[in-house]
């Protein structure tokens, strides 16, 4: 090929988090791999005022901290992020105190992260150079795909022309581009409709200030309020209120399309105006410091899937250049790690010279099942947001089930291996039939029960004793054998958590009087009726409080 440039082991499309995570990860792996990642903006990025993605929950936090190194980095240059904290709406929301909240009173043991992501990914594009990785400046125009186990060709323009690299593995972390994607018409529609603006305001936005309540003001009594992920909700959106370690805010709103018209809230003015009939006591703040407003940027209809991410002929998808789901838990992050991870495999599986058809396939059905997984838990879940008992029992589903599966299988660094356990795949797959299903009953429920609630706080580890045992489960360092052991273990508890939910909801309902036709329909319900002998069968050797599904008070005796 005398018109190529240079040759590579593997060529990363996109020098964002994702791909320069990535290259990271591979050098570190494998020192010895010749890496480029080119990226169409130079460095270094401005700070806060870059991308969005800012908060980070365990997986990815343990990503970046304990695979890649950045230890360092995220204690000293970064915010250690106080949990996720949710209040949701009351009387025009002009009371935050009256709010239900849910969050943490102290900080959980194993650490996530506030993340300024133009200072972190100015760091990472410093240190895949000292690794030996050549970050290139550049605008990657085409990419020709090999079946024939040659080189794969990337065109690739900068400041000197045009010029054509060869690689064996080329990996699309282009974002949104997608151009790898697109190439291969991959894309795959979801039907969760949603749009998110944001901006950054070089103002600490901290809501501790909101209220002179000396009660909720004292009811955190190990942390700071302003450095967890606070979402403001209401019925079909959230707000999203995330500090920086460069001293500035990032706040979005976030709506689903048939609640809330993009119309509405798609400019700077507009979102300031929406905030003002929705969240006044943000708008406030927002407006009495607009003069330090840094950006604004929009994302229209931003979930999306594909239908192949990994293939046997070496090239890749990973990032939002393949999959966008919610932002809502902080998934992408999430999503990304697990995603390199799983490249990672593969690029060095082939470098040994081991034949990686089958398993480029698992990683494929294991990466997309995963996927699957989170998007089910947003899909045509917005209405609920604005129900404080029904939300409040799906966030800690949700979270039990990421901690339970997802978090235990990632810290372990089990997926990569999951093709080869027949169990823990079929364990996987009930965990998606059963989230499926539990997702479902829980818009069954908001639909028969959607009363108002205030002055209540839920704090998942007071709720639930047992939960921070879980959470550190992720970190047991545990021999495949009893890993095994221990995710059978918690697929029988979220069985068991789901026939709880079912009981629990029908007893109240029933107590109350109404909604006998959806009673009636539960059941009957073959799947939802597994799960409630299973609750039976636990009920007496693990006794669960109920207070998750009922926001702290007493629900009636169980038994029926």
């Not at 669960?544 to 005796?557: N, P, V, Y």
Request: charged letters at 25%.
């Amino acid at each position: 090929m005398p018109d190529i440039a240079g040759r590579y082991d593997v060529a990363i499309l996109g020098g964002g988090i994702t791909g320069l995570t990535l290259a990271l990860q591979l050098k570190r792996t494998d020192p010895d791999l010749e890496v480029t990642v080119i990226e169409r903006k130079q460095h270094p990025v401005p700070e806060a005022a870059h991308k969005v993605g800012e908060s980070s929950v365990e997986v990815q936090a343990h990503y970046l901290r304990d695979v890649l190194g950045l230890e360092e980095h995220l204690t000293h240059d970064q915010l250690h992020k106080f949990g996720l904290r949710m209040f949701f709406s009351h009387e025009g929301n002009a009371e935050i105190a009256h709010r239900v909240e849910y969050g943490q009173i102290a900080a959980a043991p194993l650490p996530s992260y506030q993340l300024d992501r133009g200072r972190l990914e100015n760091h990472l594009g410093e240190l895949i150079t000292e690794h030996g990785v050549r970050f290139a400046h550049g605008k990657v125009l085409g990419a020709e795909l090999a079946e024939d186990g040659s080189d794969h060709v990337v065109e690739v323009q900068d400041d000197d022309g045009t010029r054509r690299i060869a690689a064996r593995w080329v990996v699309d972390a282009t974002g949104r581009a997608a151009l790898l994607k697109r190439k291969l018409e991959l894309a795959k529609p979801v039907a969760h409709r949603a749009n998110s603006v944001w901006f950054r305001i070089a103002h600490p936005v901290d809501v501790q200030g909101w209220s002179t309540d000396e009660a909720w003001q004292e009811r955190v009594c190990d942390g700071q309020r302003r450095l967890s992920t606070n979402h403001l909700m209401g019925p079909g959106y959230w707000v999203w209120l995330i500090p920086l370690a460069s001293g500035s805010t990032s706040v979005g709103i976030v709506a689903e399309d048939s609640a809330h018209s993009f119309q509405d809230f798609n400019t700077l003015d507009r979102a300031l105006a929406w905030l003002d009939a929705h969240e006044p006591q943000c708008a406030a703040e927002v407006r009495a410091h607009s003069e330090k407003i840094q950006d604004f940027r929009v994302m229209k209809d931003y979930a999306y899937s594909c239908q192949q991410v990994y293939s046997e002929n070496r090239w890749c998808l990973t990032g939002e250049a393949g999959v966008s789901i919610d932002p809502l838990y902080s998934s992408g992050g999430d999503l990304m790690a697990i995603s390199n991870g799983l490249i990672t495999d593969l690029v060095t599986r082939d470098r040994r010279g081991e034949d990686i058809e089958d398993i480029a396939a698992a990683h494929n059905q294991v990466y997309l099942v995963l996927s699957d997984i989170w998007l089910v838990a947003y899909e045509n879940q917005y209405p609920l947001m604005g129900n404080p008992k029904v939300m409040v029992a799906k966030v800690v589903w949700d979270t039990i089930i990421y901690w339970a599966v997802p978090g235990l299988l990632f810290f372990h660094d089990k997926l990569r291996r999951l093709g080869d356990s027949p169990r823990a795949f079929g364990n996987l797959q009930r965990t998606w039939e059963l989230h499926t299903r539990v997702q479902q009953f829980l818009r069954e429920w908001h639909a028969v029960d959607c009363e108002p609630a205030a002055d209540t706080f839920a704090d998942p580890y007071s709720l639930l004793d047992w939960i921070v045992d879980l959470h550190n489960g992720m970190a047991a360092g545990l021999p495949d054998e009893e890993l095994e052991d221990q995710f059978t273990k918690n697929v029988i508890l979220l069985e068991q958590l789901a026939g709880q939910l079912v009981i629990t909801v029908i007893e109240q309902l029933e107590a109350r009087g109404g909604a006998q036709e959806q009673i009636d329909k539960w059941r009957s319900d073959e799947l939802l009726q597994e799960v409630v002998e299973r609750f039976r069968e636990y009920e007496s050797i693990n006794p669960i409080d109920s207070a998750w599904i009922t926001l702290g008070s007493e629900a009636a005796a169980v038994g029926s």
